[in-house]
């Protein structure tokens, strides 16, 4: 009897639910104000046959599908906002306001009586306003739901976003992202913003390393063609003013740009959705065509004139405005990502400067620098820009000397880990790494100070300090990191010159041993990137590096490859059973690989370079 | 004349009555011999047994886990399909539906719910059926395979779970489905083929949608219905639930004013075939259940009629059971997160939850986490009955006989929960250590 009771308080417990449910399911808001808005319609009809038309609808769900902006689109928005295109209800509330008029739109007065550009049947509402048009709650419909990324351009403002943001993401411009969909001409005048922010875009030189299809194609950040769909405005602002919030690894500067630029940037991103609305594949497959995939953007800049000569003034305001500070260290601004410029007059020459511009990875081949594509006026410019800063620096004792030009890369421990180190390929030395420094001769690493390293980012300081103030670092250096005093290096038997002459023999031979013994960590392709060498510091070196390969004299190449280097991971081979013959073969392989890639010019560039 | 339109009048009177005892064979029954004809006619109630063992009946022996589960399958059967009307097994349309169902179909939200919860639960209670079996003792002979086909319906349960976890196609089913598959690529040599077969290509994408699609719906549910009646009909074969030795020995009360036999002795009869034949109980049944039972029950036992006892206790589980799916459902709505974006994955990227135990041992070590210590365990899970081969303490909670076998499996219980628990709980961006609290 008892559980007889259970079970029916239990099933009217189950009728409970589902009394709740249904009410839940039939009795929608969206019912309430279109009956609020056929009473409201009755009192305002001037017709009896007005009248009878409004008394035999009944509450349902409107909707408009729009096939014909890419995916098909379902705006349900005017189930609720049934008013929207009765120019009787301008001045209601929502939502039963109508949609106001605006000749800025294109909707034009004919006769007294207005009439729309963009008509709500064939666009539907989402395509300008965002939102969510298959929802019929408001929290879905306009977007608040968190997991939705187009909320309703410009006027929700979601619980979740950062606070900060809320107010600069308020705004009926944010729309503009939309109106570029369809309106993509450059100069479109509805859309100022978009406009200004493909200029920011371009001048802040997000180019370099961001690819926009039809704009850019950078490839050391990430592909924004498509980021306004992916991403809500929150999501956009906030990795454009505090690039490491969503992403911990990231290392986009942070830019200095003001409030207004920001927010242009970001309506432009947000207008960029891979495909406009107004294209089809079609159009698409017709533009590749006819154009290049991406145009330049010094096209796009305003007031690019060319100026026939060098102009240091001219360079040293495009250095500026071009935000190279971003990322190198001029004078007292730092970006903290790539290296000191403060005596560039002193260290390069022009020539290589320019080259350097026009492709940086053909002179350090591992270089992140983006290849930008100012005109070559502009190069020249900021070239003799660089060319004024050749004043050596007060330096006067070791440390000093240390902390302002070595440390920002090799560290204040010595350990390689400076400040931008991450960025640099290969890795700067590691001074603390005894069984490496001691295992080279003094005259050596004098040398890597002075004349530099070719192919990486290690500069000739030869230009900078005297021989003295050299010799003095590299104690500092000694006493400081390596801390164990310097041995006697043991003579070695090393051919000063390949006794192997070079010859397709001989490089097939080395290319064999090559393929057997070193691909493990010098990879297949000699990129020093094989399979081992994420797990090796120093990273093993890659031999494609025209510059470095090419001022590497045999005797060197020799020692490392017979006697190993000590401190790193490369082993002794001639315990592994390489004979100097053999080693001949693999050192005619490695000059192979770096013989004829390169034009006349640019190889005397590279010998000379560093 | 007269005579046909007393006929026709006498057979449309006699129609309902005709129709009715057609289909339900026998009237509603009145008499012991009604209540058994009722249970032995009627295709539905043909899977219970005539009479029930009174120790089957206690709801604190099997809290009827088994009967949740089966309730629930039937809840998400019911919703699934349903559910099946709206949905397109497209990369494309597939996360406009689940809009559609929450913005615009009618009890769209609702049904959603009841599914994603029903699916839940279905897996937690047919674990906590699985731990029920062990903990009484009830896989011992002859219920061992029983046993091995009631792990196997887990591990389906979790497949299907798992298949219809990816079918919203939004980025917490995308990237919870990249995860499981992920793990199932750690299985040495075919792990990489299996993942194909199960995704049909590289990445989670369309084929991988369409698969699990079918996999959900058509080809997991048959295999499913097939498994469970199977389980069903051996329970039958098997004699009924286990239950202990005691159980079997008939109290004087139990038999009531028939029996002037004492107990023990009543026992032997039973167990010698039933000797002492009852004049009242004249009628014959045929073959029930094997064992002590399995006879033309002429003997005075413990059982008591399925209709209406067992039928009631059931319909108590159900309706127990819907009621619970259904306040969960009305209160919390399944999650529907923004729609599949392959280039950015959550941080961190979980499995489903009935998974994160595994990936939290993935986090450990990828083979051993992933497939190793699973492997072993679902292959132990097969054998326990082949192992444990003692016949004592069968049929009761916790056995003192059962110690060390129940000790064990408590452990390997509790060790998983927790497990699932860090990884639900306590685990946040690149899967570090954090605090819920």
């Known amino acids: ?610 | 004349m007269s005579e046909k339109k007393n006929n026709i009048f006498s057979t449309l009177s006699s129609m309902p009555a005709a129709i009715w005892s057609s289909v339900f064979r026998n009237n509603l029954p009145y008499t012991d011999l009604g209540r058994s004809k009722t249970s032995f006619n009627n295709f539905f109630l043909h899977i219970h047994p005539v009479k029930v063992h009174r120790h089957t009946l206690k709801p604190w022996f099997t809290m009827g886990l088994g009967l949740i589960s089966l309730f629930l399958f039937l809840i998400l059967v019911v919703t699934g399909v349903l559910l099946m009307f709206y949905y397109v097994p497209s990369t494309a349309q597939a996360y406009d539906r689940m809009l559609d169902l929450r913005g615009s179909v009618a009890f769209g939200v609702f049904l959603r719910n009841m599914h994603r919860w029903s699916a839940h639960g279905m897996v937690a209670a047919v674990f906590l059926h699985m731990c029920r079996v062990f903990f009484t003792g009830s896989y011992k002979k002859p219920r061992e395979f029983n046993w091995v086909i009631g792990v196997i319906l887990f591990l389906l349960t979790l497949f299907l779970s798992f298949t219809g976890y990816l079918l919203p196609w939004d980025q917490l089913a995308f990237w919870a489905i990249t995860v499981g598959t992920a793990i199932a690529g750690y299985a040495p040599v075919v792990g990489e083929q299996m993942r194909f077969l199960l995704l049909g290509d590289t990445t989670v994408g369309q084929e991988a949608l369409l698969r699990f699609y079918v996999l959900h719906v058509a080809v997991l549910p048959v295999v499913m219905v097939v498994l469970i009646a199977i389980h069903f009909w051996r329970i039958r074969k098997d004699g009924g639930l286990s239950r202990p030795e005691e159980a079997d020995i008939v109290e004087p009360a139990a038999v009531g004013t028939v029996l002037a036999t004492p107990a023990p002795a009543m026992a032997m009869a039973t167990a010698a075939g039933g000797i002492n034949v009852i004049e009242k109980k004249n009628y014959g049944i045929q073959g029930l259940v094997r064992g002590p039972f399995a006879k033309v029950g002429n003997v005075p036992d413990n059982s008591v009629f399925s209709y209406p006892n067992l039928l009631l206790a059931e319909l108590f589980v159900f309706i127990l059971t819907v009621l619970g799916v259904l306040l969960v459902s009305a209160f919390f709505n399944a999650p529907l997160e923004e729609a599949v974006n392959v280039l950015h994955p959550p941080n961190p990227a979980k499995a489903p939850w009935y998974f994160l135990g595994l990936q939290e041992m993935v986090s450990y070590s990828a083979f051993w986490g992933g497939v190793g210590i699973p492997a072993i365990e679902v292959l132990v899970l097969l054998l326990v009955p082949y192992f444990d081969r003692g016949q004592k303490g069968v049929g009761k909670w916790f056995a003192k006989e059962r110690l060390l076998a129940n000790t064990l499996f408590l452990t390997f219980v509790v060790v998983n929960i927790v497990l699932i628990i860090i990884g639900t709980f306590f685990r946040g961006q690149n899967w570090e250590f954090v605090s819920p609290f």
């Open chain 1, 1 to 610: 009897m008892k559980m007889r009771l259970s079970l029916a308080i239990a099933s009217l417990a189950i009728l409970g639910v589902h009394g709740f449910v249904f009410y839940q399911q039939f009795f929608h808001k969206w019912e309430t104000y279109q009956n609020s808005y056929f009473d409201q319609a009755r009192t305002l009809a001037k017709t009896d046959q007005e009248r009878e038309a409004l008394a035999s609808r009944s509450p349902k769900i409107e909707q408009i599908i729009v096939t014909q902006f890419g995916s098909t689109r379902v705006d349900r928005c005017t189930t609720c906002h049934i008013g929207i295109d009765d120019p009787r209800f301008k001045e209601n509330n929502q939502p039963y306001k109508a949609h106001p008029y605006t000749a800025e739109l294109g909707d034009r007065e004919i006769n007294g009586k207005w009439e729309r550009r963009h008509k709500f049947a064939d666009i539907g509402c989402t395509v300008c306003h965002d939102g969510q048009g298959r929802g019929l709650q408001e929290f879905y419909a306009h977007g608040e739901d968190e997991f939705w990324t187009e909320p309703m351009l410009g006027y929700v403002v979601q619980e979740n976003w950062r606070p900060e943001f809320k107010d600069k993401l308020k705004g009926k411009e944010f729309m503009q992202a939309n109106c570029a969909q369809c309106h993509t001409d450059k100069d479109f005048k509805s859309t100022p913003l978009v406009n200004k922010g493909r200029e920011v875009f371009v001048q802040q030189n997000c180019y370099g390393c961001h690819r926009i299809e039809g704009i850019s194609n950078g490839t050391l950040g990430p592909d924004l063609s498509d980021v306004g769909k992916k991403w809500s405005l929150n999501y956009i602002h906030e990795s454009i003013v505090d690039p490491r919030a969503n992403s911990a690894t990231s290392f986009m500067p942070k830019f200095n740009m003001t409030d207004e630029e920001v927010k242009a940037l970001t309506i432009f991103l947000k207008s960029r959705r891979g495909f406009n609305y107004a294209e089809t594949q079609l159009d698409r497959y017709r533009a590749t065509l006819t154009k290049s995939p991406a145009t330049s953007p010094e096209s796009t800049e305003p007031g690019a004139t060319t100026p026939a000569v060098a102009d240091a003034k001219l360079g040293e305001q495009l250095v500026q405005q071009r935000a190279c500070a971003a990322c190198h260290k001029i004078g007292e601004t730092d970006g903290g990502i790539a290296p000191d410029l403060s005596y560039e007059g002193l260290i390069k020459d022009s020539e290589w400067i320019v080259a350097h511009f026009k492709d940086p990875r053909a002179l350090i081949p591992d270089s992140i620098m983006p290849t930008f594509t100012f005109s070559d006026g502009d190069f020249r410019s900021m070239a003799a820009y660089l060319g004024t800063l050749n004043k050596p620096p007060a330096l006067n004792n070791p440390q000093e000397i240390y902390t302002n030009l070595c440390m920002r890369c090799h560290g204040d421990k010595g350990d390689g880990h400076g400040m931008i180190a991450i960025y640099l390929d290969p890795y700067p030395r590691d001074f603390t790494n005894a069984g490496f420094m001691n295992s080279k001769p003094e005259d050596r690493l004098i040398s890597s100070i002075k004349n530099g390293v070719g192919g990486t980012s290690m500069p000739a300081w030869g230009k900078v300090l005297n021989d003295e103030q050299i010799k003095g670092v590299l104690g500092y250096i000694n006493q400081n990191f390596t801390k164990e005093a310097r041995t006697e290096i043991k003579p070695r038997k090393i051919p000063d010159q390949n006794p192997v002459a070079m010859s397709p023999d001989s490089v097939a031979r080395g290319e064999g041993i090559y393929l057997q013994r070193c691909t493990g960590c010098h990879g297949r392709k000699a990129d020093g990137k094989g399979a081992n060498s994420l797990d090796i510091l120093p990273r093993p070196r890659n031999l494609l590096n025209t510059a470095f390969v090419t001022q590497t004299n045999d005797r060197r190449l020799f020692e490392s490859i017979m006697y190993g280097v000590q401190g790193t991971a490369m082993p002794p081979w001639i315990d592994y059973g390489l004979t100097t013959e053999d080693v001949g073969d693999l050192v005619n392989y490695i000059r192979s690989l770096n013989q004829g890639k390169k034009d006349a010019g640019l190889m005397t560039l590279l010998i000379r370079g560093h």
